[in-house]
C-alpha cells in the first residue's frame, strides 16, 4: 500500500508593517480554522557583507519591501517569504524525518493590488525562486487581499463587490465584477486608520502615541451617528412647562410623577454616548478620564471613503454593475471594528449619494430625495438605490470564536485564502473553475512548472 501524503497548506499575508502567516493541514474547513494566525513585522536587513540583493534575518540595517501595500524591492520579498516559510516549516515539523511525505499548498497574499506590484516578468522570477529554494512545495499562489475578502464573504455567491481595505497607513478599493478586479474602478490612496491617531494627537496633547493607540482600541471611542451627536449636545431631563402644570386639574400629581420618573432615569446607566466623560485603562495600566475627544478623529478617513468609494463606482460604465457594487460592499481592516465607524460611513454614503423611491413624497421611509431641478430618469442613472455591507461570514461556529472582535477584520483575508485552498486542493476541489483570476491571482501547480518551466506564467489569464 502506497504511504499517505500529508497536505498541508501555508498562508503568507504580507502587510506594510506586519505579515500574518497560518500554516494548517488540508482536511474539512472547519477543522483548519482553529489553527493560530501568527504575526510577524515586515522585515529583512541588508546583508552583512553588504552583496546587492542578499540579505539576512537580523542585522542593523533594515531593507523596506513594501511601501503602502506596494512590493517596492522584489529580491528583497522573495527572500522574506522564504525566510517566513522555511521557520514555520521547521517550527511545525522539528524532527526534518517527519517532513518525507509532506507537500505544501504555498500562498502568498499581496495587500495591494497584485497587478501593481508584479509585472508578468516580476510573477515569473518570484515563481522560479520559491520552487528552487522551498521545499516540500505542490502549488504556489500569489493573489491580491480583495480576491481573498471576497471569497471569504461568500465567494460562490457573491462575484460582484466593492472590496475596501483600510490599512493603517493606505486605503485601497477595489472593485470586483465577476471575480476580476478592475483596475480601472480601483484606487489606493495613502490614507489610513493611523489618520485617526494624527487627529487626536492633536486633540489631546501631551498623550504617548502608544496612549492614543489604547484609546483608538479601547471600548469608550466611538464614532457617533448624527442621531447620537445631537444626544451628546442635549440636555436628557425633561423641561417643565410650568403653564400646563398650573393649568392642569392636579398639578401636584403630575409633578409627582415627573420627579419619579427622573429618579428611574437616572438609575438607569447611561450609554457612553450620552457620558460627557469615561475612563479606559490603557496597556500600562493607567486609567484615563477622556472627554468628547473619545468621539472625534475619524472624520478625514471617512470623507476620503465618501470620496473615493463613489469615485471607484462611478468609473464602472455599466449602471447595474454599478448599483451591485453599491449593494456588496466589503469593509475590512482594524479600524472597521471601531463602535460606530461602519455605520456612521453607510450613513454619510446614503446621505450623499442613495436615492430612494419618489412615487411617494409622503412615504416616511423615504430618507433621501433627488433634487427638484434633477431629471428623476438621470438622478436612477446614475445614482444607487440601496447601499449595504455583505454580512460578516458566519458560516463556521469555529471561525467565531477565532479571533477577538477587535481584531476578527484582520482575519478574513486568511479566511478567504484557506477557502480558495479548499476549493482548489480539498476533496471534491474545482481548481479548473479558480485557477486564475485576471492579474490579481497566478496560480502554478509543481507538476506543470516542472513540465512546462518559469514560462508558464504566459500562459495564465489569457
Same mark, same amino acid.
Request: hydrophobic share 35%; aromatic share 10%.
Given at each position: 500500500?502506497?504511504?499517505?501524503?500529508?497536505?498541508?497548506?501555508?498562508?503568507?499575508?504580507?502587510?506594510?508593517?506586519?505579515?500574518?502567516?497560518?500554516?494548517?493541514?488540508?482536511?474539512?474547513?472547519?477543522?483548519? =480554522?482553529?489553527?493560530?494566525?501568527?504575526?510577524?513585522?515586515?522585515?529583512?536587513?541588508?546583508?552583512?557583507?553588504?552583496?546587492?540583493?542578499?540579505?539576512?534575518?537580523?542585522?542593523?540595517?533594515?531593507?523596506?519591501?513594501?511601501?503602502?501595500?506596494?512590493?517596492?524591492?522584489?529580491?528583497?520579498?522573495?527572500?522574506?517569504?522564504?525566510?517566513?516559510?522555511?521557520?514555520?516549516?521547521?517550527?511545525?515539523?522539528?524532527?526534518?524525518?517527519?517532513?518525507?511525505?509532506?507537500?505544501?499548498? =504555498?500562498?502568498?497574499?499581496?495587500?495591494?493590488?497584485?497587478?501593481?506590484?508584479?509585472?508578468?516578468?516580476?510573477?515569473?522570477?518570484?515563481?522560479?525562486?520559491?520552487?528552487?529554494?522551498?521545499?516540500?512545495?505542490?502549488?504556489?499562489?500569489?493573489?491580491?487581499?480583495?480576491?481573498?475578502?471576497?471569497?471569504?464573504?461568500?465567494?460562490?455567491?457573491?462575484?460582484?463587490?466593492?472590496?475596501?481595505?483600510?490599512?493603517?497607513?493606505?486605503?485601497?478599493?477595489?472593485?470586483?465584477?465577476?471575480? $476580476?478586479?478592475?483596475?480601472?474602478?480601483?484606487?489606493?490612496?495613502?490614507?489610513?486608520?493611523?489618520?485617526?491617531?494624527?487627529?487626536?494627537? #492633536?486633540?489631546?496633547?501631551?498623550?504617548?502615541?502608544?496612549? %492614543?493607540?489604547?484609546?483608538?482600541?479601547?471600548?469608550?471611542?466611538? %464614532?457617533?451617528?448624527?442621531?447620537?451627536?445631537?444626544?451628546?449636545?442635549?440636555?436628557?431631563?425633561?423641561?417643565?412647562?410650568?403653564?400646563?402644570?398650573?393649568?392642569?386639574?392636579?398639578?401636584?400629581?403630575?409633578?409627582?410623577?415627573?420627579?419619579?420618573?427622573?429618579?428611574?432615569?437616572?438609575?438607569?446607566?447611561?450609554?457612553?454616548?450620552?457620558?460627557?466623560?469615561?475612563?479606559?485603562?490603557?496597556?500600562?495600566?493607567?486609567?484615563?478620564?477622556?472627554?468628547?475627544?473619545?468621539? $472625534?478623529?475619524?472624520?478625514?478617513?471617512?470623507?476620503?471613503?465618501?470620496?473615493?468609494?463613489?469615485?471607484?463606482?462611478?468609473?464602472?460604465?455599466?449602471?447595474?454593475?454599478?448599483?451591485?457594487?453599491?449593494?456588496?460592499?466589503?469593509?475590512?481592516?482594524?479600524?472597521?471594528?471601531?463602535?460606530?465607524?461602519?455605520?456612521?460611513?453607510?450613513?454619510? $454614503?446614503?446621505?450623499?449619494?442613495?436615492?430612494?423611491?419618489?412615487?411617494?413624497?409622503?412615504?416616511?421611509?423615504?430618507?433621501?430625495?433627488?433634487?427638484?431641478?434633477?431629471?428623476?430618469?438621470?438622478?436612477?442613472?446614475?445614482?444607487?438605490?440601496?447601499?449595504?455591507? %455583505?454580512? #460578516?461570514?458566519?458560516?463556521?461556529?469555529?471561525?467565531?470564536?477565532?479571533?477577538?472582535?477587535?481584531?476578527?477584520?484582520?482575519? =478574513?483575508?486568511?479566511?478567504?485564502?484557506?477557502?480558495?485552498?479548499? =476549493?482548489?486542493?480539498?476533496?471534491?476541489?474545482?481548481?479548473?473553475?479558480?485557477?486564475?483570476?485576471?492579474?490579481?491571482?497566478?496560480?502554478?501547480? #509543481?507538476?506543470?512548472?516542472?513540465?512546462?518551466?518559469?514560462?508558464?506564467?504566459?500562459?495564465?489569464?489569457?
Amino acid at each position: 500500500m502506497a504511504p499517505h501524503r500529508d497536505y498541508h497548506y501555508c498562508i503568507i499575508h504580507i502587510g506594510t508593517t506586519t505579515t500574518r502567516v497560518q500554516f494548517a493541514p488540508i482536511s474539512g474547513l472547519h477543522e483548519s =480554522l482553529p489553527s493560530k494566525v501568527i504575526s510577524i513585522p515586515s522585515k529583512v536587513y541588508a546583508h552583512p557583507n553588504g552583496e546587492p540583493n542578499y540579505f539576512a534575518s537580523t542585522g542593523t540595517t533594515e531593507v523596506q519591501f513594501i511601501k503602502n501595500g506596494h512590493i517596492t524591492n522584489h529580491h528583497a520579498f522573495n527572500y522574506f517569504v522564504k525566510l517566513v516559510y522555511k521557520s514555520v516549516v521547521k517550527y511545525k515539523f522539528p524532527d526534518i524525518s517527519n517532513l518525507e511525505l509532506v507537500t505544501v499548498h =504555498l500562498m502568498v497574499i499581496t495587500s495591494g493590488s497584485l497587478s501593481d506590484s508584479f509585472s508578468k516578468v516580476q510573477v515569473q522570477k518570484s515563481i522560479n525562486y520559491f520552487y528552487e529554494n522551498l521545499d516540500h512545495l505542490t502549488s504556489i499562489t500569489l493573489v491580491s487581499n480583495s480576491v481573498c475578502l471576497l471569497l471569504a464573504h461568500g465567494g460562490n455567491s457573491v462575484s460582484t463587490a466593492l472590496a475596501v481595505d483600510i490599512g493603517e497607513e493606505k486605503l485601497t478599493i477595489t472593485s470586483i465584477v465577476d471575480y $476580476l478586479p478592475v483596475n480601472f474602478a480601483s484606487v489606493s490612496v495613502p490614507i489610513g486608520g493611523h489618520s485617526i491617531n494624527s487627529h487626536l494627537s #492633536k486633540l489631546l496633547p501631551g498623550w504617548t502615541p502608544q496612549q %492614543i493607540e489604547d484609546l483608538k482600541r479601547s471600548d469608550i471611542y466611538e %464614532i457617533l451617528s448624527d442621531a447620537n451627536k445631537s444626544k451628546t449636545n442635549t440636555d436628557f431631563e425633561e423641561e417643565l412647562d410650568v403653564l400646563s402644570v398650573v393649568n392642569a386639574p392636579k398639578p401636584k400629581e403630575i409633578l409627582e410623577k415627573r420627579s419619579k420618573k427622573k429618579s428611574n432615569e437616572k438609575e438607569e446607566p447611561k450609554q457612553n454616548s450620552e457620558l460627557e466623560f469615561n475612563t479606559f485603562i490603557d496597556s500600562d495600566g493607567v486609567e484615563h478620564n477622556v472627554g468628547k475627544q473619545r468621539f $472625534l478623529g475619524a472624520e478625514e478617513l471617512i470623507d476620503s471613503l465618501d470620496f473615493y468609494i463613489d469615485f471607484c463606482i462611478s468609473r464602472y460604465p455599466d449602471v447595474e454593475r454599478r448599483e451591485e457594487l453599491w449593494s456588496n460592499i466589503i469593509f475590512n481592516g482594524p479600524v472597521t471594528s471601531i463602535s460606530g465607524f461602519k455605520d456612521r460611513v453607510l450613513e454619510v $454614503l446614503s446621505s450623499h449619494h442613495l436615492v430612494s423611491s419618489l412615487d411617494n413624497d409622503n412615504d416616511p421611509e423615504s430618507k433621501f430625495r433627488a433634487t427638484s431641478n434633477v431629471d428623476v430618469g438621470l438622478a436612477f442613472s446614475q445614482a444607487p438605490t440601496s447601499i449595504n455591507t %455583505i454580512k #460578516k461570514p458566519d458560516y463556521f461556529q469555529e471561525w467565531k470564536d477565532f479571533s477577538d472582535p477587535k481584531g476578527i477584520n484582520n482575519d =478574513l483575508t486568511i479566511l478567504g485564502a484557506v477557502v480558495y485552498i479548499k =476549493l482548489c486542493f480539498g476533496p471534491g476541489s474545482h481548481h479548473a473553475t479558480l485557477n486564475n483570476i485576471g492579474n490579481d491571482l497566478y496560480m502554478v501547480k #509543481k507538476e506543470d512548472f516542472e513540465e512546462s518551466g518559469p514560462n508558464i506564467i504566459w500562459d495564465l489569464n489569457h
